[in-house]
């Protein structure tokens, strides 16, 4: 996770020292309503999401972006004091579960026209969704984990497709601009546990066990996002 991280953040700055003419970098935070079969299993309306993403224009086949992005969310944290946690230790550690949505997209965006006058394009993206529940233990609340490990996790492929609009910068319009984002997006099944779920059973096993019920759902969410690009590829 920390390499895709810095990959993309690498992405993001190579404008800045003149590396590519055509990569437009920016970051994007949206708003993830939860629909249908997702939002019953997973009980939360909204899921905030922190987006980077990388667009190039190609130049053969314009109006034609293409890029890749990488989105995460925290949709839910649970903490509790606990003291039977390891064997033969009464003392107190917190323990938090982390509840994770990663996604790992390819784009490509279509503008009816270049002109700074009709800023819209519509999108279509595709790839990978990571839904995954993580638990850290720690003494106190900002001490390194004494451990840490996945309860759950699943990968499955995700789409979308939707419509965008773009508003230039006013002072100069070919430096970048705030877009505006509207998606539909899809997958497959996807397994999950919901904030809650996932209880740590201490008489199970050798060192215990968490204990849980794992729901199945497509992740259908409606996308609403508000962006800022470095450059400006649509004029």
């Known amino acids: 996770m920390v390499?895709?991280?810095?990959?993309?953040?690498?992405?993001c700055l190579?404008?800045?020292?003149?590396?590519?003419?055509?990569?437009?970098p920016g970051i994007i935070g949206r708003s993830n309503f939860t629909l249908n079969r997702f939002n019953e299993s997973l009980d939360r309306a909204v899921i905030p999401e922190l987006t980077l993403i990388g667009l190039y224009r190609l130049p053969y086949l314009q109006?034609?972006?293409?890029?890749?992005?990488?989105?995460?969310?925290?949709?839910?944290?649970?903490l509790e004091k606990r003291d039977d946690l390891f064997p033969d230790s009464s003392e107190t550690y917190r323990l938090r579960k982390y509840h994770n949505l990663l996604?790992?997209?390819?784009?490509?965006?279509?503008?009816?026209?270049?002109?700074?006058?009709?800023?819209?394009?519509?999108?279509?993206q595709g790839g990978a969704v990571n839904i995954n529940t993580r638990y850290a233990i720690r003494d106190k609340a900002f001490?390194?984990?004494?451990?840490?490990?996945g309860i759950i996790?699943?990968?499955v492929m995700g789409y979308g497709a939707g419509m965008g609009y773009k508003i230039p910068f006013r002072k100069d319009p070919t430096r970048g601009h705030i877009e505006i984002r509207l998606l539909y997006h899809d997958s497959a099944f996807a397994k999950?546990?919901?904030?809650?779920?996932a209880q740590f059973d201490a008489d199970m096993g050798e060192f215990g066990q968490f204990v849980y019920?794992?729901?199945?759902?497509?992740?259908?969410?409606l996308e609403l996002s508000i962006g800022v690009f470095m450059a400006n590829l649509g004029i």
């Open 3 to 11: 390499r895709v991280f810095i990959f993309f953040t690498g992405v």
């Open 14 to 24: 190579l404008p800045i020292f003149g590396w590519s003419q055509d990569l437009s």
């Open 63 to 78: 109006p034609l972006d293409m890029g890749l992005s990488l989105g995460y969310s925290l949709y839910g944290t649970d």
């Open 103 to 124: 996604n790992l997209k390819a784009h490509l965006r279509f503008y009816p026209s270049r002109s700074i006058h009709f800023p819209l394009f519509f999108e279509i």
């Open 143 to 149: 001490d390194e984990p004494l451990e840490k490990d």
């Open 153 to 155: 996790r699943d990968w």
């Open 192 to 197: 999950f546990i919901r904030k809650g779920q």
């Open 213 to 221: 019920q794992p729901h199945r759902a497509p992740l259908t969410m």
